[in-house]
């Protein structure tokens, strides 16, 4: 009997540690990032990188590729648009090197003047693509938008329907994408505050780098190999958006933006959005359907390469910052 109740005593002791070390946990994660944090654990089971070589075949083909050296420079392929309905088109651009595709440009260029756009949060870390296209039955465009901060909230200035979000105070050299209503621009910050640019807007994200500026040159200052699926927004010289996600994960910044000034697409000005497996699309026309998972994100460091995992494989990640395309 004293044998059982000494390991009654230490089985309970045990219980409470366990439910002390359980419950700090918790309350450390709630701290840092609320919701969000838990939602992360629940959806694809936290995150966490792994150190490898610029070979190793857990990269995908294009991303060995993009670190082989020397950087190879890709030329842009065949581009055709459709127009599924009335100042909406969509096309793929594919991405050439030595003649052979190495990754593709999910395209949507769209007639501000017909089509509204909106900038929204969802900081619970609740909702990735597939969510999203639920709670936003009348969405025929859904991509990622700007950066977010540990508790899924904006970690730029955001207006969203009228609404201002994210941190008051913040330094933005870079650019902005502003809508209203029949309007949508992108902005340089070089030279103007941010307050100026978002005036008048209804929906806006500051974000950065500026791959495009008003001067028609790249603005990426930072010669960074960091690859990941990308999200761009642009206007070209006739006054329409175009937003693209790229399909694969061979450029950094500097390569893209380089690529992107030398396309077909005539963009006068490209924003650059925050990117890796948050970097989703989704579209919704009539006769016209196109959904991404995005996948990809490798930080470089000389030769190491440090990729991004999940325990959850399969999971898809949320998208706490969304931008919209919306029938008005």
Same mark, same amino acid.
């Given at each position: 009997?004293?044998?059982?109740?000494?390991?009654?005593?230490?089985?309970?002791?045990?219980?409470?540690?366990?439910?002390?070390?359980?419950?700090?946990?918790?309350?450390?994660?709630? /701290?840092?990032? *609320?919701?969000?944090?838990?939602?992360?654990?629940?959806?694809?089971? *936290?995150?966490?990188?792994?150190?490898?070589?610029?070979? =190793?075949?857990?990269?995908?083909?294009?991303?060995?590729? $993009?670190?082989?050296?020397?950087?190879?420079?890709?030329?842009?392929?065949p581009l055709v648009w459709q127009e599924p309905e009335k100042g909406f088109e969509v096309a793929e651009l594919p991405?050439?090197?030595?003649?052979?595709?190495? !990754?593709r440009i999910l395209l949507n260029r769209i007639d501000p003047t017909l089509y509204r756009f909106v900038a929204r949060? +969802?900081?619970?870390?609740?909702?990735?693509?597939?969510?999203?296209?639920?709670?936003?039955?009348?969405?025929? &465009?859904?991509?990622?938008?700007?950066?977010?901060? &540990?508790?899924?909230?904006?970690?730029?200035?955001?207006?969203?329907?009228?609404?201002?979000?994210?941190?008051?105070?913040?330094? +933005?050299?870079?650019? $902005?994408?502003?809508?209203?209503? *029949?309007?949508?621009?992108?902005?340089?910050?070089?030279?103007?505050?941010?307050?100026?640019?978002?005036?008048?807007?209804?929906?806006?994200?500051?974000?950065?780098?500026?791959?495009?500026?008003?001067?028609?040159?790249?603005?990426?200052?930072?010669?960074?190999?960091?690859? +990941?699926?990308?999200?761009?927004?642009?206007? !070209?010289g006739a006054g329409r958006i175009i937003v693209g996600t790229t399909k694969e994960a061979f450029f950094p910044l500097?390569?893209?933006?380089?690529?992107?000034?030398?396309?077909?697409?005539?963009?006068?000005?490209?924003?650059?959005?925050?990117?890796?497996?948050?970097?989703?699309?989704?579209?919704?026309?009539?006769?016209?359907?196109?959904?991404?998972?995005?996948?990809? /994100?490798?930080?470089?460091?000389? =030769?190491?390469?440090?990729?991004?995992?999940?325990?959850?494989?399969?999971?898809?990640?949320?998208?706490?910052?969304?931008?919209?395309?919306?029938?008005?």
């Open positions: 009997m004293v044998a059982m109740s000494f390991r009654f005593k230490f089985s309970i002791t045990i219980f409470i540690l366990i439910l002390l070390v359980t419950m700090g946990a918790a309350g450390w994660v709630w /701290e840092r990032n *609320g919701a969000y944090g838990f939602n992360t654990f629940f959806r694809r089971g *936290g995150t966490y990188w792994i150190s490898i070589k610029a070979d =190793d075949s857990r990269l995908s083909s294009s991303m060995r590729l $993009a670190l082989s050296d020397p950087q190879p420079v890709a030329q842009p392929g991405v050439m090197v030595n003649g052979h595709e190495v !990754d949060n +969802a900081p619970n870390g609740d909702k990735g693509i597939d969510e999203w296209e639920q709670a936003l039955p009348n969405a025929i &465009l859904i991509v990622n938008g700007s950066y977010y901060d &540990l508790k899924g909230k904006p970690d730029t200035p955001i207006i969203s329907n009228g609404v201002a979000l994210g941190p008051t105070t913040y330094d +933005a050299k870079a650019g $902005a994408f502003v809508a209203g209503d *029949g309007f949508a621009d992108i902005k340089d910050l070089s030279h103007q505050d941010w307050q100026t640019a978002l005036t008048g807007a209804a929906n806006a994200m500051v974000s950065y780098p500026l791959l495009i500026g008003a001067d028609g040159q790249t603005h990426v200052t930072t010669n960074s190999r960091w690859l +990941a699926n990308r999200t761009f927004v642009g206007k !070209d500097g390569p893209l933006a380089e690529f992107l000034k030398k396309s077909p697409l005539d963009l006068k000005m490209a924003l650059n959005f925050d990117g890796g497996p948050i970097a989703c699309q989704s579209v919704r026309l009539p006769g016209f359907q196109r959904k991404l998972y995005a996948r990809w /994100e490798a930080q470089v460091y000389g =030769d190491e390469v440090r990729l991004l995992r999940w325990p959850l494989s399969s999971a898809t990640w949320a998208m706490p910052m969304v931008l919209t395309v919306e029938r008005k």
